[in-house]
């Protein structure tokens, strides 16, 4: 099956299949969309406007049994940040698209003014349906609608109010294996885009899974059968994540003095017991739920689970370490099922839980309720479903939020809310909040391996000593997962087996008939991220972009006492990279 790209134009309603360009042969997830966005998008267009794009990507491993390779890649200009934005999501979606030879999915153009659609793939056949009558349905209720129209084996990526409304917070739905539209890419207020083209949903309809070509299969299907053993034998992706979710995290990160609390006031959570993945998975298993749930076919860690409420029924699948800790310890929550029913609610209305629980804890640092609030908290997520002021306002995010209550203290780098580490106490993280050209994103370069797991080495995360260039090294390792459309976690048995990285390239070698080395992995990490850089610039970043709030460098963080000292001088380091990028991804000269 020949590799191919859809094109859909909302303006004239048409859909047309292209032949994939060679020259992207070897991209796929967040490779591909950035470097659509960079070769397609004007940089300084708006990104509601028509002329931005939005494109959904397998990764260039979709579709086979390479383990955790069922992410899917959506990009386009940000609304949020307005910069370049890849956002990645488990569920079906990505094993579908790949195994119809489907490399990406571009959505140009917009509807005309009130018309909204659904996109319907089939493998030889695409259909643009009106879709009026799903409307300001939250996601549950407009997946279920779609699974009376169509076979419950699809795949749906779909918005919920939020999107339509193109607040930008707004999320991106995609349906699990279970068929729950509660694996999200969340960030970067893709919805938005995704609603400004008049897009209700995508509907690829297929029972393939597992159907993308090899160039010698017998030979991949042997390197991802011992990549699985590597992946189980390690404790973190073999143990931990399978057991307790990426919730995990909670007690481990409370414990290192690096949990924010209360929009950043401190490191330590007095009730973290309580939202802790241990007092999670107790939860789950008294009420029937489960954990250890896989999020996408192909998934072999694990690490989602199914939350059930009191009365025993599905409350929300998954509950993730992230959106526990924006609902909760950054609010001063401590009630486990207020931030389970917070999050459900957030799928519904299709809005980022971190970028929404990051507005609320800065409407609390202005006083509209209290911290540790949690009825108040659910309210307000309500709000943004109704569509008043209030709840447009938390919708659009904590840098609007922060504007128009006058906070100062607001977490965001590039208008995007920072994640469950401060900065102060993991300092790798921060570098990477500070410098990704995604804004502030944990899982752009994640440092807490070897800041505070001790994943391949240790380097101290309280002192700014070596920060730089743990982050730089993980950023371009990511950017080659993303790109690989794998799950971010194989990089603990990554960083930890010396024989990981030589499967990943005999799994990449056997399925594209390529040669790689260790030294193309590097390079095309760094290209990666220099074709993003490079977009950014031309939309009016600068390095004065690459930095933090300032009250990280000014107010010590409790309990260690500790401020954010990497130095502006350092950034600004983290993108010499030891070889030029290729002239077609922007001159290296101007990125420096």
């Not at 579908?96 to 089939?122: F, H, N, Q, T, W």
């Not at 991949?220 to 990549?227: D, I, L, M, P, T």
């Amino acid at each position: 099956m020949a590799a191919r790209i859809l094109r859909v134009n909302m303006t004239k309603l048409q859909t047309e299949w292209q032949n994939f360009p060679e020259k992207y042969k070897m991209l796929g997830g967040r490779g591909l969309t950035s470097r659509i966005v960079a070769d397609e998008v004007p940089p300084t267009c708006h990104p509601l406007s028509p002329a931005n794009k939005l494109i959904v990507a397998p990764g260039l491993l979709g579709g086979t049994t390479a383990p955790q390779s069922g992410r899917i890649s959506i990009g386009g200009k940000s609304p949020l940040t307005g910069g370049v934005k890849e956002s990645n999501a488990g569920g079906v979606i990505a094993q579908k698209l790949a195994s119809l030879g489907i490399r990406a999915v571009v959505v140009e153009g917009e509807a005309p003014a009130g018309e909204l659609y659904v996109l319907e793939i089939e493998e030889n056949d695409t259909r643009l349906r009106r879709a009026d009558d799903l409307a300001g349905k939250g996601c549950y209720e407009a997946t279920d609608a779609i699974w009376d129209r169509y076979d419950t084996k699809a795949g749906v990526v779909i918005i919920g109010p939020a999107g339509e409304m193109r607040l930008t917070a707004a999320g991106i739905s995609v349906t699990d294996p279970n068929g729950s539209p509660g694996r999200f890419a969340g960030r970067g207020g893709l919805g938005a885009l995704m609603g400004a083209k008049g897009l209700k949903a995508i509907v690829v309809l297929t029972d393939k899974t597992f159907a993308a070509p090899y160039h010698d299969e017998k030979r991949f299907k042997a390197a991802a059968k011992r990549f699985v053993e590597v992946l189980r034998k390690n404790p973190v992706s073999g143990q931990t994540l399978p057991a307790f979710g990426t919730n995990g995290l909670v007690n481990v990160i409370n414990e290192a003095g690096a949990l924010p609390t209360r929009n950043f006031r401190d490191g330590r959570f007095e009730g973290a017991e309580k939202v802790s993945g241990e007092r999670m998975a107790q939860l789950i298993k008294e009420r029937g739920g489960k954990t250890g749930h896989p999020c996408h076919p192909g998934c072999v860690i694990k690490c989602s689970n199914i939350y059930n409420d009191k009365n025993g029924d599905v409350l929300v699948s998954p509950l993730e370490y992230e959106t526990v800790w924006a609902l909760g310890p950054h609010c001063g929550i401590d009630d486990l099922d207020a931030i389970a029913f917070m999050n459900r609610l957030c799928n519904d209305i299709g809005v980022d839980t971190i970028e929404t629980g990051g507005a609320i804890g800065v409407a609390m640092e202005a006083g509209v309720l209290p911290f540790g609030d949690a009825q108040g908290a659910i309210e307000l997520v309500k709000e943004i479903k109704k569509g008043t002021p209030l709840g447009r306002i938390i919708g659009s995010g904590a840098a609007v939020t922060g504007q128009v209550f006058g906070v100062r203290r607001v977490g965001v780098v590039k208008k995007q809310h920072i994640t469950a580490y401060d900065p102060r106490s993991v300092k790798g993280m921060g570098v990477t909040y500070a410098t990704s050209p995604m804004g502030a994103d944990h899982t752009a370069g994640y440092s807490v391996t070897v800041n505070i797991l001790r994943q391949g080495g240790y380097v101290d995360p309280l002192t700014a000593a070596g920060q730089v260039d743990i982050s730089r090294n993980l950023q371009v390792a990511t950017a080659v997962i993303d790109n690989l459309g794998l799950c971010i976690f194989i990089a603990f048995s990554f960083l930890e087996q010396e024989d990981s990285l030589g499967l990943l390239l005999e799994m990449i070698n056997s399925k594209t008939g390529s040669r790689w080395t260790e030294a193309d992995f590097t390079r095309l990490g760094e290209e990666i991220l220099q074709t993003e850089r490079y977009f950014n610039r031309r939309a009016g970043f600068s390095e004065a972009h690459d930095r933090l709030p300032d009250f990280f460098a000014e107010e010590k963080l409790p309990p260690h006492d500790v401020v954010f000292d990497v130095t502006p001088a350092e950034l600004n380091t983290l993108f010499n990279f030891r070889q030029e990028v290729r002239k077609d991804a922007g001159k290296a000269a101007s990125l420096r």
